[in-house]
């Protein structure tokens, strides 16, 4: 178990010492982080949980003592140019919504379906990261439509919803989009290409 | 109830206040002080005197009049000290056109220096947070983490070539991108200072009741600012402005940490954020960087209608 001391340090030295023992320690080796300010605990879980490290806190008093287990692969330890669009980890997905209607078939059940899945999708315990809309698929973006409130949630729960906008402005709806934000077809593969599972209701 | 002359108050969080003289013109009145944020005087005055005149370049004014706001503890640093300060800031207050009218100074330890500062502008042509509207792209002017570099400074991470190139933005006068932004009729703009990129890109939103998706990848930083904040330099304000907005923003997963923080910093003497009309943006950042001073002016995003959120950031 390694040992990171950082009391008497005020932020950001205690995230540098913390960064400095990560890059040095092997995988699922543990460490222990000692400090003695509020601030920077609060801002070292909050760093932490970006690099996407699991933490315990052992005590918050006196000191306060965080623990953790190096992760296989640390969020961001990558060159500056590959900051974004990193490649996801094992359980990241996107869903890909082609139409406005599940499957093909009856359209009022094609409907009934897509209204069932988005709520089945609030349920799930391992979360899309984006839900991509195209084509017909954006018309359950936009106002009135009845799965908008799902939509909604859905993005409450922080999925990024992304309606294609060459297809807003075929259908005529991009002045009626009203949720989430308009994408382009670049973006739309970039995300494809990136995650690492990509579903088609 | 409100004088009908006040054009711009507190209410709006906005970059300083505004008042209507008459048909013709309008006030823009402000202040910002604040303590060393490097060792050498002359440049701490130069950084603190464009960081004041910016609040009017932000407004679409032209600096009139200053007064120079001083804290100074005469018994513990010698004067020359205070008037390189005070020289630094007058090179800027020349460069601008206004005119130093005195000012103030009391005792006081650590030093403190800053401006009031009087701008004045048409009061059809002023610019204001309030004035976004969707479908307009937003230009950023200035690269983003000087707080970082600053930080860095202090633990001795940061090379004296990075160190001086984020000096030298800080420095900058927000002047030209003041003067490039009226050629294209902007109305909404603001200036990035101490709630970073995202807390003020949230005033601008609610302020003009609209909301932003910004491309994270087009994010202009300056050299040595990815490096920094890789190795875990992160100052603690950074975290207190994500804070301060994560209620309003959605940041996509496949966007890093890194980018979002660098959204966060606070900066000291940022540069102007700008909402131009979509036809207009892509000459408006040729004019920018033909000018010489914006090389890293970049256009980060767009403003959308309002939505759940105020900041989507990709």
Not at chain 1, 62 to 83: N, T
Not at chain 2, 71 to 78: A, E, Q, T, V, Y
Not at chain 2, 83 to 101: L, P, Y
Not at chain 2, 277 to 304: C, R, W
Request: hydrophobic letters at 40%.
């Amino acid at each position: 178990m390694k040992t990171i001391d950082t009391r008497g340090l005020r932020c950001p030295a205690p995230l540098i010492e913390t960064k400095k023992a990560i890059d040095k320690m092997s995988e699922a080796e543990e460490a222990e982080i000692i400090l003695d300010n509020d601030v920077a605990f609060k801002n070292l879980q909050e760093y932490l949980t970006d690099l996407k490290i699991n933490y315990e806190i052992k005590s918050t008093h006196p000191e306060m003592i965080i623990r953790f287990a190096k992760p296989g692969e640390v969020a961001g330890s990558k060159r500056p140019e590959d900051f974004c669009g990193v490649p996801s980890t094992s359980n990241d997905y996107v869903v890909v919504i082609k139409s406005s209607e599940m499957g093909s078939g009856d359209p009022e059940l094609g409907a009934l379906l897509m209204r069932a899945f988005l709520n089945s999708l609030l349920e799930n315990t391992v979360l899309p990261s984006a839900i991509l809309l195209y084509n017909s698929g954006v018309r359950l973006a936009i106002e009135n439509a009845d799965t908008l409130d799902s939509l909604r949630q859905l993005e409450e729960k922080g999925i990024m919803i992304m309606s294609c906008g060459t297809c807003l402005d075929f259908y005529q709806l991009k002045e009626r989009l009203s949720v989430g934000i308009i994408t382009n077809m670049y973006k739309i593969l970039q995300l494809q290409t990136n995650a690492s599972k990509v579903i088609y209701p | 109830m409100k004088n009908p002359d006040i054009l711009v108050d507190v209410e709006t969080h906005d970059d300083a206040g505004v008042y209507r003289l008459n048909d013709e013109t309008a006030l823009i009145f402000t202040t910002d002080f604040f303590p060393p944020v490097c060792s050498d005087p002359y440049t701490f005055g130069e950084i603190a005197a464009a960081n004041s005149l910016s609040d009017v370049y932000a407004m679409g004014g032209k600096p009139l009049l200053t007064l120079n706001l001083t804290m100074f503890p005469s018994d513990k640093i010698p004067l020359d000290v205070l008037s390189a300060i005070i020289s630094g800031a007058q090179s800027k207050v020349n460069e601008s056109g206004a005119f130093t009218m005195g000012g103030h100074t009391i005792n006081d330890y650590p030093p403190k220096f800053g401006l009031a500062v009087v701008g004045t502008t048409h009061p059809d042509k002023l610019v204001t947070n309030a004035g976004a509207k969707a479908g307009q792209k937003l230009i950023l002017t200035k690269p983003l983490g000087n707080g970082i570099i600053l930080s860095g400074k202090k633990m001795d991470m940061v090379t004296s070539e990075n160190y001086e190139a984020a000096l030298d933005k800080m420095k900058l006068l927000n002047k030209t991108g003041m003067e490039l932004m009226a050629r294209y009729h902007v109305r909404g703009a603001t200036d990035i200072t101490g709630f970073g990129l995202l807390g003020h890109l949230m005033k601008l939103c609610q302020a003009s009741d609209v909301s932003v998706q910004i491309d994270s990848a087009s994010l202009p930083a300056l050299p040595g600012v990815f490096e920094l904040l890789e190795s875990g330099c992160i100052p603690g304000v950074a975290f207190r402005n994500w804070d301060f907005v994560r209620q309003e923003c959605l940041i996509a997963s496949g966007c890093s940490s890194a980018h979002k923080m660098l959204a966060c910093d606070a900066q000291t003497s940022g540069g102007l954020l700008i909402a131009v009309d979509a036809d207009f943006a892509d000459q408006l950042l040729a004019d920018l960087k033909a000018s010489g001073q914006h090389p890293y002016a970049a256009i980060i995003g767009e403003v959308i209608p309002s939505r759940n959120k105020r900041i989507y950031m990709l």
